[in-house]
């Protein structure tokens, strides 16, 4: 049985660090490419950034660029976000998302990935 499972949210004030991480299970996770999106009220569930299964390639949306940066260590299947600069804006539900063997240019698309974790609350205070 797959699982992933995040860890790491919280509140944090504006300007601010966070990093969150992704604990996967039940699958070979150094075949898979791993992703991060977040879904705030009312709004669709967006792309964050993802990375290869090698962890050669990353991808970020525009938003985040500069600011987050995601990693992965196989070695103990996990993934990670580091996310600093923290603006009101980022505040979401963000889960992490696991797909085998997909290009890092092709990981902004949700219908990509065929595991999702539950989720971890980020709240940004202003």
């Known amino acids: 049985q797959v699982q992933l499972v995040e860890s790491g949210g919280g509140l944090v004030q504006a300007g601010g660090s966070l990093r969150l991480s992704c604990a996967a299970s039940g699958l070979a996770f150094s075949s898979y490419s791993v992703g991060w999106f977040r879904q705030a009220p009312g709004k669709e569930r967006e792309f964050v950034a993802a990375?290869?299964?090698?962890?050669?390639?990353?991808n970020y949306a525009d938003s985040v660029k500069g600011r987050f940066a995601i990693s992965r260590d196989n070695a103990k299947n996990m993934m990670y976000l580091q996310m600093n600069s923290l603006k009101p804006e980022d505040a979401a539900v963000y889960y992490c998302?696991?797909?085998?063997?997909?290009?890092?240019?092709?990981?902004?698309?949700?219908?990509?990935?065929?595991?999702w974790g539950q989720g971890t609350q980020v709240t940004v205070s202003s």
């Open positions: 998302a696991a797909t085998f063997r997909v290009p890092a240019t092709r990981l902004s698309d949700p219908s990509k990935y065929t595991y």
């Open positions: 990375i290869s299964w090698s962890g050669g390639a990353t």
